[in-house]
């Protein structure tokens, strides 16, 4: 029995010596043989900051509001030169030819200062506003 059991236990070494030595190779092949450094990672990404848009709505406020500006000051424009005018005209009250050029004058200024604020309204509502003509009427 004790030779059984020792021939038994060389029988079992031996085995797995032969396993060892058959599956070594795998065991190799399978194992990487050098260390790969490990991979850096990328810089991080520069954003820029980007505002963000308005609002369309906001612009179309602020828009509103600087054209309200603009036809408030254009219509004081035009208080102020009939106010000029009008105190221009005291001297010529009793020439009649001076006073038909000074009403001229001041007509022609009336249209012009109602052709700007009438682009103002218009740009105000968003309508195209037409090319200036390049006629002159006189």
């Known amino acids: 029995m004790t030779m059984t059991w020792l021939r038994l236990r060389k ?22 043989q050098h260390a790969t450094p490990p991979v850096p990672a990328p810089p991080p990404l520069r954003v820029a900051p980007v505002p963000p ?9 602020v ?3 600087q054209l309200r500006k603009a036809i ?5 424009q035009s208080q102020l030169q009939q106010s000029v005018s009008n105190v221009a005209r005291q001297p010529y009250a009793d020439n009649p030819a001076a006073t038909r050029q000074l009403d001229q004058a001041d007509r022609a200024r009336q249209d012009q200062a109602r052709a700007h604020e009438q682009s103002l309204v218009d740009r105000y509502w968003g309508l195209p506003v037409p090319p200036p003509s390049s006629t002159r009427s006189r």
């Not at 079992?12 to 030595?21: D, E, F, M, Q, S």
């Not at 408030?72 to 004081?76: E, F, G, P, V």
């Open 11 to 32: 029988i079992a070494t031996a085995r797995r010596w032969l396993a060892v030595a058959w599956l070594w190779p795998l065991g190799v092949a399978a194992t990487p």
């Open 53 to 61: 848009r308005p609002d369309p709505l906001f612009q179309q406020q």
């Open 72 to 76: 408030q000051h254009s219509q004081l």
């Open 63 to 65: 828009q509103q509001q």
